[in-house]
T-cell receptor, first 124, second 116 residues
C-alpha cells in the first residue's frame, strides 16, 4: 500500500527564514499530490496540488512545491516565512493508479494517504 | 458557496455505545470521503462514497460503516465504541470521482468524538 513520509515532525524558524519541508511517497505510477495546511483551530485547507505537467507548482500564500518523479518526492518550499505560517502541514497522495487497478478499470477514487504532518512554528 | 458541514462538532459517548456522524458536502459535489485523525496515527482514510455506493475502503474494522444519500449527504456510524475510537473525524467532498478528473478534496471542520 502507498505510504507517505514527512521527514521533519517539528520545525522552528524565525520570520523571513526560508522553509523546505520534505515529502516522499513509497512508489510510483499515476499519483496526484497535495499539500494541506491546518492552522490552529481551523480545518484542513488546500495549499497546493500537482496532477500533471510542470513539476513546479505554486500555491497560495507564496508556497510552492516541486515534484521529482525519480525521487518520489514532493517537497514544499517558501522563500520567506511569516509568523502567520505557524501551522501543521500535511503532504498527501492520491494513488489513482492503484485504485484503478483494484477496481477493474471502473475508475475513480479519492483515497488520500497522508504523511504524519510537520508542525511549523515561526518565531518573531 | 457553503463549505463542507459536519454535525455535531463535539460528541461524548461511553464505551459500547454507537454513534452517527453527519456530513453535508459542498453543493454539487458527489464524492464524500471520511478520515480519522488522531495524535498517534495521524490522518487515516476510512471510506469514500460516490452515487450512494462505497467506492473505496480503508483498513478499519467492520464497526465503522457509512452511507450516502441521494442528495450526496453522508453519514458514518461507529458501533460498539472503544476508547481508541476517540478522534477527530473529518469529512471531505469532491466534485467528481472519475479517474480522469483532477479531484480536489475539501475538508470540513470535523466532529470531535470522545469515548469515555
Amino acid at each position: 500500500a502507498q505510504s507517505v513520509s514527512q521527514h521533519n515532525h517539528h520545525v522552528i524558524l524565525s520570520e523571513a527564514a526560508s522553509l523546505e519541508l520534505g515529502c516522499n511517497y513509497s512508489y510510483g505510477g499515476t499519483v496526484n499530490l497535495f499539500w494541506y495546511v491546518q492552522y490552529p483551530g481551523q480545518h484542513l485547507q488546500l495549499l497546493l496540488k500537482y496532477f500533471s505537467g510542470d513539476p513546479l507548482v505554486k500555491g497560495i500564500k507564496g508556497f510552492e512545491a516541486e515534484f521529482i518523479k525519480s525521487k518520489f518526492s514532493f517537497n514544499l518550499r517558501k522563500p520567506s516565512v511569516q509568523w502567520s505560517d505557524t501551522a501543521e502541514y500535511f503532504c498527501a497522495v492520491n494513488d489513482v493508479q492503484a485504485q484503478l487497478w483494484s477496481r477493474n478499470l471502473t475508475g475513480g477514487g479519492n483515497k488520500l494517504t497522508f504523511g504524519t504532518g510537520t508542525q511549523l512554528k515561526v518565531e518573531l | 458557496k457553503a463549505g463542507v458541514t459536519q454535525t455535531p462538532r463535539y460528541l461524548i459517548k461511553t464505551r459500547g455505545q454507537q454513534v452517527t456522524l453527519s456530513c453535508s458536502p459542498i453543493s454539487g459535489h458527489r464524492s464524500v470521503s471520511w478520515y480519522q485523525q488522531t495524535p498517534g496515527q495521524g490522518l487515516q482514510f476510512l471510506f469514500e462514497y460516490f452515487s450512494e455506493t462505497q467506492r473505496n475502503k480503508g483498513n478499519f474494522p467492520g464497526r465503522f460503516s457509512g452511507r450516502q444519500f441521494s442528495n450526496s449527504r453522508s453519514e458514518m456510524n461507529v458501533s460498539t465504541l472503544e476508547l481508541g475510537d476517540s478522534a477527530l473525524y473529518l469529512c471531505a467532498s469532491s466534485l467528481e470521482a472519475s479517474f480522469l478528473a483532477k479531484n480536489i478534496q475539501y475538508f470540513g471542520a470535523g466532529t470531535r468524538l470522545s469515548v469515555l
